[in-house]
């Protein structure tokens, strides 16, 4: 039997954030959502001819050239973002909550349009080229998704948050590696990495198990939903673990382990 693809335990959509940051993100998101309905200003939207291009990762750069009326639009938006917060850095991770509120809202096109503005607050924070991933991820431009999560991946500055980046693109990898199978190989590199960095952080295990899965490596699968089981009870969906069972037994061994 071929194994079914859990996409839905991969979607993008929800926050993979470690939860801890997440208090200080909604209330710089409240803060730009504030902003937002206040002034009603947008960074530019569309280039000649009406098309949209704030659904682009950074407005289509370089192949879409940025037009001179939407570059001062750009400077006027940071100039007016420049009085909120005590630095374009901040900034830029303001309007990447925002774009996260979106995200997992399922809004791809205003969570783009945040991640965008994250951006051009501050291009050197991995944080928007993450966000442009997850939403091109659920767009289904994989190969585009990745490129974008290998780039946030070589800025990442910050540890903690290191931890869900890796596990997400083991996520992207695993959907390569349906075409790829190569893929799978670092679809497990990068579970293998997030879960040294945080061995208590659950959605790696839990995605790596059904990464495994996928590679129809059903014993390591078994192993990872051990442990993610032991961080949480009801990690898995009764779906998911009859079809694991539907292709291997649960190992006696590791039944003993999780008693």
Known sequence: ??????????????PSWHMPRMAWLMCASIQV???LATLGFTAGCTATGGTRIDNFPMYGQPEIERPAHLKQADEAFILRVDG????????????FAEG?????QGNLDYAMRRYNQSWLLDP???????????????QGKLDDAIRFFEKAEAMVYDPYQKVAL??????????KGKQVRRYFSKANEKFSESTE??????????????????????????EKVSRA???????????????????????????????
């Open 84 to 95: 909120l917060f005590d630095s374009r850095e901040k900034a830029s991770q303001a309007w």
């Open 166 to 175: 890796l596990s997400d693109m083991g996520s992207a990898y695993t959907y």
């Open 124 to 138: 050197d924070n991995y944080q928007p080229y993450w966000g442009f991933a997850r939403v091109l991820l659920e």
């Open 33 to 35: 959502a504030i902003y």
């Open 197 to 222: 960095l945080d061995p208590d952080y659950e959605n790696a295990w839990h995605r790596w198990a059904l990464s495994l899965y996928e590679q129809g490596d059903y014993l390591g699968a078994w």
């Open 100 to 104: 996260e509120r979106f995200m997992s």
């Open 1 to 14: 039997m071929s194994p079914t693809f859990y996409q839905p335990m991969f979607s993008m959509v929800a």
């Open 229 to 259: 089981e032991k961080i949480d009870a009801d990690s898995f969906s009764d779906a998911f673990i009859k079809d694991l069972e539907r292709e291997m037994p649960r190992p006696r061994l590791l039944e003993d382990k999780n008693n």
